[in-house]
């Protein structure tokens, strides 16, 4: 679906539009940029992107697509136009272990921001920022070479085969999402490192790429993850803030670091977790004082 809108306005491309923290960017944002939508609900999303018209927010295309797909991806930016250009991109589409199996987590969190990251960034306009939203589950992974080497080729189609051996080794006793966990952790950590990889290619076109790593935020999945995971919900009772995260937190991240504001910001990680991964970093230092 496409609505009409100022040309002169930039575009903020948003994945994962109907998601907790996709629908506070889209709101967070169209004062400054017109609005593309992708998700995979077809029905929802136009219904979504048409109240968002109705509120006064310029939506320039509200389109299905499972960022797996690299023919979706691909389809979805064409669907935009050769000559539009892009401001910013806020990549939020990704699935956790309450969701998904730990194939479809690698292809969609890992696959589908290299499909997103590579169909954007000839569309990414001077001084336009990709805001990937990574977790700060990515953060307690200890890499290895064998899964640094998988993640380097992160489209390859083998690529659930080549971290499985990695995802076995990091398995924990008794957890009901089995490989899941360390998919997802795996996955993020892989965003956080795409991001720094590209850091350079981007710079080349004039642009910036960042990740934002959330704690736990209060949206449908964080809830799900709460209540199925006993993990999960000791995060939330070690959290310095006292506090879930609001999707609006995130979504005020990423309007900073997508603003000039934030013009020698790239190639790195923004943990918004309420103090947690610190607080992890600073146990283990007491645990194991030097």
């Not at 004062?31 to 077809?42: E, H, N």
């Not at 109705?54 to 669907?79: N, P, R």
């Not at 000559?83 to 987590?105: M, Q």
């Not at 009901?176 to 950590?189: C, Q, T």
């Amino acid at each position: 679906m496409s609505y009409a809108g100022a040309p002169d306005r930039p575009i903020a491309l948003i994945t994962g539009a109907l998601g907790g923290i996709g629908r506070a960017c889209c709101e967070r944002l169209a004062t400054d940029y017109r609005l593309a939508l992708l998700d995979l609900g077809g029905e929802r999303l136009n219904a979504a992107a048409a109240d968002m018209a109705s509120k006064g927010m310029e939506v320039v295309l509200a389109t299905a697509c499972d960022v797996a797909d690299a023919a979706q991806v691909d389809a979805c930016f064409e669907a935009l136009g050769r000559t539009a250009s892009i401001g910013a991109l806020v990549h939020t589409a990704g699935v956790s272990p309450a969701l998904a199996d730990w194939e479809t987590i690698i292809r969609a969190n890992i696959a589908g921001t290299a499909h997103v990251l590579d169909a954007c960034m000839p569309r990414t306009a001077v001084n336009g920022a990709a805001i990937c939203i990574a977790s700060m589950a990515g953060h307690g992974v200890v890499p290895d070479a064998d899964l640094d080497a998988a993640l380097d080729d992160p489209t390859a189609t083998d690529l659930p085969a080549r971290v499985e051996p990695s995802l076995a080794r990091r398995l924990i006793a008794g957890d009901p999402y089995g490989l899941a966990s360390p998919a997802y952790s795996v996955s993020k950590y892989a965003v956080q490192r795409m991001v720094a990889a590209r850091a350079a290619t981007w710079a080349q076109r004039g642009a910036r790429i960042v990740s934002i790593s959330p704690g736990l935020i209060h949206t449908p999945m964080g809830r799900k993850e709460v209540a199925e995971n006993k993990r999960a919900a000791a995060v939330l009772e070690a959290i310095p803030g006292n506090r879930w995260g609001s999707p609006l937190d995130i979504a005020n991240a990423a309007a900073f670091l997508a603003s000039n504001q934030a013009s020698y910001i790239t190639g790195c990680d923004l943990k918004v977790d309420g103090g947690v991964t610190a607080q992890r970093a600073t146990a283990v230092r007491q645990s194991h004082p030097a």
